[in-house]
Nanobody, 124 residues
Framework: QVQLVESGGGLVQAGGSVRLSCAAS????????MGWFRRAPGKEREFVAA????????YYADSVKGRFTVSRDNAKNTVYLQMNSLKSEDTAVYYC?????????????????WGQGTQVTVSS
């Protein structure tokens, strides 16, 4: 049974940092792309970042480039999202996702598995 479990969310002040973790289990993810998405209140789900597990290739939404960094730890089967210089508009529930045959990293429909989400609230 595949499980993606996010952690690390919370309340942070604008300009601050937080690191999210996504612990993956239940199968081998070496051929997968791992994505981070977010959903703010009243808004559509939005792509944030993605990383190809095998190569480490990364992709970012323009809104987070230069502020967020996605990485993975193969030994721990965990993907991270380091978020710096946080803004109030980064407030959202953040979701981790895994997809094997993703061709467009930003498309939610191309991901097969999703975590339950973790709330990040940025206070101004």
């Amino acid at each position: 049974q595949v499980q993606l479990v996010e952690s690390g969310g919370g309340l942070v002040q604008a300009g601050g940092s937080v690191r999210l973790s996504c612990a993956a289990s239940g199968r081998t993810f070496s051929n997968y792309r791992m994505g981070w998405f977010r959903r703010a209140p009243g808004k559509e789900r939005e792509f944030v970042a993605a990383i190809r597990w095998s190569s480490g290739s990364t992709y970012y939404a323009d809104s987070v480039k230069g502020r967020f960094t996605v990485s993975r730890d193969n030994a721990k089967n965990t993907v991270y999202l380091q978020m710096n210089s946080l803004k109030s508009e980064d407030t959202a529930v953040y979701y981790c996702a895994a997809g094997r045959w993703t061709t467009v990293p930003s498309r939610p429909g191309e991901y097969d598995y999703w975590g339950q989400g973790t709330q990040v609230t940025v206070s101004s």
